[in-house]
């Protein structure tokens, strides 16, 4: 008998000093989601297939602390790292019919979780425990503890405390109290078993197993009697996982933001999927709702009334702040049918939403309108003509296109209002006065004004009158940025995205 246990004492001091701690994580242990806010701190959206958040230790309640390690540990922060008892039953195991279970440490069940696989075998027991014991040597309680509170399962497609107490209850973890950290701490058992939404006998399971943690808590001294008492019902969780929307407009608010996140952090495609990233962003959920609307009402009101014109009518919009933040996007009906982002194509013409730009520059540059006499500087009560099919003229004569044909401008439904002051004809959209005054000012100098406001030069074609007409095809994001150097007073606020926080 004493020449076994020696054997046995020798056996497992060769297999510790020839066991080592694994350099790498268990990928699946380690990936997180991305998790997406709304500009009031509130959740948005998350990417991601492991439903998972990391969580400092500090930020996680100390009741919610002992609950589980009630439930689960009591002695963790005095053990060696492994339970004696489940050591016996593995090298049992080896040598006769012992059951391969036992009693595993918290270290044990981290060392699991991000180690080794889940395989119930007596080797994957073993190793188990010779990598627990090392770790528990390495690595401190607290950042064990804080490994297996992030990295455990608990049901509802969760992984760590934070995104259980997030489906559970709709909440950080750490607004968690004890009562509910201990229904939390339950659901380790064997999540399948204890979410008492699921079957009455997982509630009947629940509830006794609640109780018993929090009496647990109270006689190990981590709960005094009379909190204890406060906590008399069950606090029930949510029926259904508080789910974030999803294939609406928010998946295209994610979109972008992704988009600028990789771009403006350099972060790989393969970093940003591991995940781990809390993405605050400056949409706003109000604001978001009502482009939606208002967009979702046109959209309803062209149909009715233009059927035909309707089907291929595209429907982009976004509301930038004179800051350059990005408050809301209209990018399709549905990203689940339609994935293409509206709001930053572009493929659609300004058209005479440009107007305002041709309309600066000539205010901008004083410039001069020679056409009449005697030539007058141009102000907002300079009148142009404003009839239908006014020839585009320049100092030298009538402008021609490639084919030989003058070109002339053309009011929407060819309406003609005579002389029209350039304040009246952009209040009214009169094309026709624009493209005389685009001429007057410069095409180059036009341009520049447009870029100088947020337009990209790669949105525009072609220099030629239809320029002040709107021929470039900037996004409706840049559009609105672009607008919002007016209400700026000619200051441009560059486009921004939301910052990241890993």
Known sequence: MAAAIGLSGLFLVVSYAATDIPSNLNTYATQQDNVYFWSDGTPMARTGWVQRQAMPLKDIPTDVRWAVLAAENESFYSDPGI?????????????????????????????????????????RKFTEAMISLKLDNKMSKDKILEGYLNTSWFGRGTYGLQRASQA???????????????????????????????????????????????????????????????????PEPLKQSKTYDTGKQSDYLVELATQYVKKTAHISDKDFDLGGYQIYTTFDRDRETELTDAVTKARKDAQKNDPTGAKTAHY?????????????????????????????????????????????????????????????????????????????????????????????????????????????????????????????????????????????????????????????????????????????????????????HP
């Open 83 to 123: 339970s004696m008892k489940g050591i016996a039953r593995a090298l049992y195991r080896t040598v006769g019919e012992g059951d391969t279970e036992g009693g595993s440490t918290i270290t044990q069940q981290y060392v699991k979780n991000v180690y080794l696989t889940q395989n119930q075998t007596v080797s």
């Open 168 to 234: 559970y209850y709709g909440k950080d973890v750490s607004q968690l109290n004890a009562s509910q950290g201990a229904f939390l701490a339950s659901l380790l058992k064997g999540a399948g078993l204890y979410d008492p939404t699921l079957s009455k006998a997982n509630h009947d399971r629940a509830v006794a197993r609640w109780s018993w943690i929090l009496d647990r808590m109270v006689k190990i001294g981590k709960l005094s009697p009379a909190e204890r008492a406060k906590y008399k019902t069950f």
């Open 316 to 500: 982009g919009a976004s509301s930038v702040a004179s800051d350059g933040r990005i408050l809301a996007v209209y990018g399709g009906p549905d990203h689940r049918t339609q994935g293409f982002n509206e709001s930053n194509a572009t493929t659609v013409p300004a058209g005479s939403a440009f107007e305002p730009f041709v309309y600066a520059a000539a205010l901008e540059h004083g410039v001069t309108k020679t056409r009449g006499s005697p030539p007058t500087p141009v102000t907002p009560d300079t009148l142009y003509d404003g009839d239908d099919a006014v020839p585009v003229t320049t100092p030298e004569g009538p402008y021609w296109d490639r084919s030989g044909k003058k070109v002339a401008a053309h009011n929407d439904g060819n309406k003609s209002y005579g002389q029209i002051s350039l304040r009246q004809a952009l209040a009214q959209s009169v094309n026709t006065p624009f493209m005389q005054l685009g001429m007057d000012t410069g095409l180059t100098t036009v341009r520049q004004t447009a870029e100088k406001a947020g337009l990209l030069s790669s949105s525009f074609g072609a220099q030629v009158p239809a320029l002040s007409m709107g021929n470039a095809t900037p996004s409706a994001l840049r559009m609105a940025s672009a607008y919002g150097t007016f209400d700026a007073g000619g200051a441009h606020g560059a486009v921004l995205g939301p910052p990241y």
